[in-house]
C-alpha cells in the first residue's frame, strides 16, 4: 500500500503552480457538489431523518480525507458542509431534471478550470494516474498538507516526503 507521503511526492511536481492549485481546491468541491446535487435525489430509508445518497457521499470522503493525513482531512471536510447546504438547495428549490442540468454545467466547468489551469499554468500532463477519479474527491487533502508544510507544521511528514527525492515544496 502506498503511503499519503508517497502519493504527496508524486503529486508535487505536477502541481507547483498557485493558480492550478487554486483552481484544484475550488475544482475539488465543484466536483463534489456537481455529483450531490443527483445524489440528492435519492432518499434513503433513515425512519424520520431524511438522509439521501449525497449524505452517505459526503461521509465517506469525510473519512477517507481524514485517514489520509488527519488534520488536513479535517480542514478540508469544513467545505464540506456549505458544498452540500448548496447542493441540497439547488435540489430543494429546481426540478430534478433543471437539478441534473445544473450538475452537468457545474461538472464540465470544473474538468474546463482543471485542465486548463494544467495546460496554461503548469504546461505538464493532467495527474489523473495519480489516484483516478478518487483523486478529485480528496485534493484539498494534499493542498492543504503542503499549506501546512508553509506554516512550519507537519515537519515530520515533510521529511518523509523530502525523503523519496525529486518533489519540490514550499519554503
Do not use: C
Request: hydrophobic share 60%; net charge positive.
Amino acid at each position: 500500500m502506498t503511503s499519503f507521503a508517497d502519493k504527496l511526492r508524486v503529486w508535487l511536481p505536477l502541481h507547483e503552480n498557485g493558480v492550478s492549485r487554486a483552481a484544484h481546491f475550488v475544482g475539488a468541491y465543484l466536483f463534489i457538489f456537481a455529483l450531490l446535487v443527483p445524489l440528492g435525489l435519492v432518499r434513503l430509508p433513515a425512519g424520520p431523518v431524511g438522509l439521501t445518497a449525497a449524505h452517505v457521499l459526503l461521509l465517506a470522503v469525510a473519512l477517507y480525507a481524514v485517514s489520509l493525513e488527519w488534520t488536513a482531512g479535517l480542514l478540508m471536510t469544513l467545505p464540506l458542509v456549505p458544498t452540500l447546504l448548496a447542493a441540497e438547495a439547488v435540489v430543494a428549490r429546481l426540478p430534478a431534471s433543471t437539478a441534473v442540468a445544473v450538475a452537468v454545467a457545474v461538472m464540465a466547468v470544473r474538468f474546463a478550470l482543471v485542465v486548463g489551469a494544467h495546460v496554461v499554468f503548469e504546461k505538464k500532463t493532467h495527474g489523473l494516474s495519480l489516484g483516478g477519479p478518487l483523486l478529485f474527491f480528496i485534493e484539498p487533502v494534499y493542498l492543504l498538507t503542503v499549506a501546512l508544510f508553509s506554516l512550519g507544521l507537519k515537519q515530520g511528514l515533510r521529511a518523509r516526503v523530502e525523503a523519496g527525492g525529486g518533489a519540490s515544496l514550499p519554503a
